[in-house]
């Protein structure tokens, strides 16, 4: 099946629950409009669906391979990259100064989305080429940037994020990466990097690895840990490429998905050490890295929206097609089990959560904006912090939904759900990944409860559910019919949310342990409760079109009504609950 | 890891959930007594660890596989399948008359368990032996089994079901394979049936197909559809194997997990027909399918407990080792992840589900066991049809919660649980099957709601909700301390279930398709408070004991508090939910 940009779903989020035409009147996007917006989304969606898309399954049978050293991607992915750099796309999110096209994180995650709908595996590898670029920009040297930004942003050089060791995943501190410092300046990386995203292919001249290690006399803990730039091939002063560094790929992770992309380990100073240039101040390498790792996460949020867009494709085109059973309507024939109420309510869940995850993660990318442009320090900061907030909530939530909508997917294929082929079982396997990579999903949790809500001593939070609740009486005035219980259900919803808000708040400081204990199930209160709302938005927006009867409405109905009843039960869960997961000694789980 | 089998937990669910005492003291089961169940337990737990765990990973990497007709199971397997039978586990729940030991359903189910623990794909080949045992039992004729059942019930010869036609999968109305009655009595099958488990393999010496087929003159539809017996080899009046019959293999599917187990597509009657006899009445095929359905999907249920057992088994033991972070107790150094309330959470409910999943099906085993066991028809009916109402939640809400805890165990595993040598994927894969296959659980939460609920004029129904009334008012007037919330939680959810199954009885009058809309969210909320009532009736008899801190309290208070919480909300989608689903009509979802 051949994925098909939904650009008017897009477009809608990006009129109705971003508030796009009030931020191009408020002049926040230079001489962007929505017509060309929409127009940049369709060229992509034709990449996506003619380029991308067909090497999706490809990538999964014919994994990338390592020999000697090198590393092979899938057949006809070396030409797409190639076309994806002539093309211009790599450059679409880039900072003008190096030859980027500066367009807005709005447009950059619509768009991210779109090559990770088409072929997750391949979309990894600009999306961290990204990342590499928002670090080098938060904390590399003006030498540092005019060497490799050009051409990271044009996409000749990739790069990557070299955090993880065997023994230091979630938990940095235990980084054991050494970085000796030379008489040139430069320094000298020794140890061995894994689970290294596109750590080491054929598709670029350079691949420049962004590496977290510890200086010699660095102090323990998080607070000891450089970030350092390793290109895989010198570069010399005049831009050209010289000798090979002292980094290797030593070896390719076997794993349940996302096969076309290579995961790599990297092994640093197998020789004389592999030269390195310092990112930022010593012992504060973290910082720069925590820059570029909100970006990557709000990225991989739209990673999983993208996986649950493309499977609801699949799945309604599978369930138009297939034939079992009658209907009410026709007890002659077997008619497309599309008509069974059954499957309608898993397509219909489908598309609501795809929508709803979609609007929280362009909604996250509109204050990534804002606080880049808004007028005054204030708004910026503003912004910033909203971000901030959202940004475990994109990420986890999305995750999770992403791999909920890919499991429902294959559950409406039946029995050929199963069978590798259909297509199905591969995003099943492939979004498994999103809700662990790039700080697993209850690491989320944790940052949403411990570092977000306490943000401005919680008026970030209070701000953010004041305007929560703006919809929800907007949705009540407006009271259409076509609107069913969905005023009642997400004023519960927000009740609920606010409740458990408080509550945590008050854990932070009298029991933590019980806010841990919470912190998952209140993130999906969260999200549910924001995705409902951003929905409702959409549905207002459809009604002011005088389009009630239109698929907005109904979606955002069945989110409400199906999907934001569980509200309650989570705020209960959250706030009642927390003795029950602390009470049994851990050791007698093993008993 | 090597699989332990849970032989406290299963024999806890068997003392409190099912009763097993006062079964005893009854009558009903003979000279069984717990002892012996405990020691059959054990021993089956030794061969599922000692022979078929070691090859669960190698029939994952090393799938069966198809030559020339042939069909090689993984390595290992054969041997594997010889011990099974030598060592008498085939025979363990086959009539007595037959030469099978005539154990009672919930000791098979218990030791059913253990098997699809220890080795899901190996698992299938007994459970769709025991199906076929069934089928021919209840309608084969007296020559048919006395040929045939000797050998099926010690496992030398193992049987299939052949259902699933491409045209005809959740809808057996559709099938088109032929039957051609012959002047002595037997038939020849012409026709193509697929996802066939086990069809074809080295196993066993000859392999007894159970076909659905239609006659010549057979009427359209359901009631058109008999039942035939096929045999691999025929068998010669004197027990001998004779001539090849014209049945073969000629696909094996590429499938999501369970890769040990051979799906095939088997091809009747390319050259003269395969030579088939009746088993029932003509085109009353599906009535004895459905008996060894019935059996079938309880067992599949119990697939579920199964695989979220070795999930969970799984990821305490790498939560207990893995060192990430530090706790409020140590800052110092890292300490085992199972420590940190996140992880204890994802553990505790892997625990609680699947104990609770196990409870369901235990309980239901018993219903099955009384139908047959119970002293007066009064009561065997009655059992019956309990066992009729707990078999789709059993089927479906088991396999949900194998899938769920699955997952649950990868994310406990962080990156090293998307790596396939750590072993959580594969169960993760193998899970996602259960879900589809033996009716999908959409069909079973139609045939709950549609054919269940309405047994008896919804009597049967009211008594079961009366007794987890029951139960809920004994965990009151207990009132432990350790219980929590345990009575005030599982009685919103059983007032959350009668409120539902109220409004589904006037719907299925009114307007089915608005019962069919929720159908699915239905089942879930009856599981999830039969789960609890279950399970706090294993914290009553704790409490009795004198073992209020014992695990299975802090589980029956985890299941109340963190998950029994969505069942009014479960219900409120339910039962005001409908509209959503079928508000839009479902061409506007290709849109």
Chains 1, 2 share one sequence.
Request: aromatic share 6%; with cysteine; charged share 20%.
């Amino acid at each position: 099946m051949t994925y098909q940009a939904p650009v008017d779903d897009i477009m809608h989020v990006l009129k109705s629950a971003v508030g796009l035409d009030d931020l191009i009147e408020r002049n926040f996007y230079d001489d962007l409009d929505a017509d060309t917006i929409r127009a940049i989304m369709e060229e992509a969606g034709r990449f996506g669906s003619e380029v991308l898309s067909p090497l999706n399954s490809e990538g999964d049978h014919k994994p990338s391979a390592l020999n000697g050293g090198k590393v092979t991607t899938p057949p006809g992915w070396n030409e797409a990259y190639q076309q994806f750099t002539a093309a211009g796309w790599s450059a679409l999110p880039g900072p003008q100064q190096y030859g980027g096209q500066g367009l807005p994180e709005i447009v950059s995650m619509a768009v991210s989305e779109i090559w990770n709908a088409a072929n997750l595996s391949f979309g990894l590898c600009p999306l961290l080429t990204q990342g590499a670029i928002g670090a080098l920009e938060a904390g590399g040297s003006d030498v540092l940037k005019e060497t490799y930004l050009p051409k990271l942003v044009s996409g000749e050089w990739t790069g990557t994020m070299n955090l993880t060791e065997p023994q230091a995943g979630s938990d940095l501190a235990g980084i054991k990466t050494r970085a000796v410092p030379q008489d040139d300046g430069t320094y000298r990386i020794f140890g061995t990097k894994i689970f290294i995203t596109y750590g080491e292919h054929e598709l670029s001249g350079n691949i420049i690895h962004l590496v977290l290690a510890r200086l010699p006399d660095a102090p323990p803990g998080t607070r000891g840990i450089s970030l350092f730039l390793v290109p895989k091939f010198i570069v010399n002063d005049d831009g050209s490429l010289g000798e090979r560094n002292d980094v290797t790929c030593t070896g390719l992770e076997h794993k349940l998905g996302i096969h076309g992309s290579p995961t790599c380990v990297m092994t640093f100073g197998e020789q004389d050490g592999a030269i390195g240039f310092l990112v930022g101040d010593e012992n504060r390498g973290l910082n720069c890295m925590f820059i570029m790792m909100n970006a990557a996460r709000l990225a991989v949020g739209v990673q999983g929206v993208a996986v649950a867009e493309r499977a609801t494709q699949h799945a309604v085109a599978y369930a138009e097609e297939r034939r079992q059973g009658r209907s009410p309507q026709n007890r002659d024939e077997m008619v497309p089990i599309i008509q069974h109420a059954d499957i309608r309510r898993m397509l219909l869940a489908m598309k609501a959560m795809t929508q709803a995850s979609r609007a929280i993660c362009l909604v996250t990318a509109r204050e990534f904006d804002l606080s880049n442009r808004a007028a005054t320090p204030e708004e910026r900061e503003q912004a910033a912090a909203r971000a901030a907030l959202l940004t475990p909530v994109a990420k986890a939530f999305s995750t999770d939904i992403g791999c909920e909508v890919a499991s429902l997917g294959v559950q409406v294929h039946g029995g050929m759900g199963f069978i590798e082929e259909t297509g199905a079982a591969q995003y099943y396997r492939d979004a498994r990944i999103l809700p662990i990579y790039e700080g697993t999903n209850g690491i989320q949790a944790i940052d949403l409860v411990t570092r977000k809500l306490p943000l401005g001593e919680g008026r970030v939070m209070k701000a953010y559910l004041a305007e929560l609740k703006q919809i929800v009486e907007a949705v009540s005035a407006s009271n259409q019919p076509e609107f069913g219980a969905m005023a009642k259900r997400l004023e519960e919803a927000v009740t609920a949310l606010t409740e458990a808000s408080i509550w945590m708040g008050e854990q932070l400081g009298q029991d933590p342990q019980k806010a841990l204990a919470g912190a998952t199930t209140y993130l999906r209160l969260f999200g549910i409760t924001a995705g409902g709302c951003y929905l409702a938005k959409g549905a207002l927006a459809a009604a002011r079109d005088g389009t009630q009867s239109s698929p907005p409405v109904a979606i955002a109905r069945f989110f409400a009504e199906q999907i934001a009843t569980t509200a309650p039960g989570l705020a209960l869960t959250v706030t009642a609950g927390s003795d029950a997961v602390l009470g049994l000694e851990p050791t007698a789980l093993s008993a």
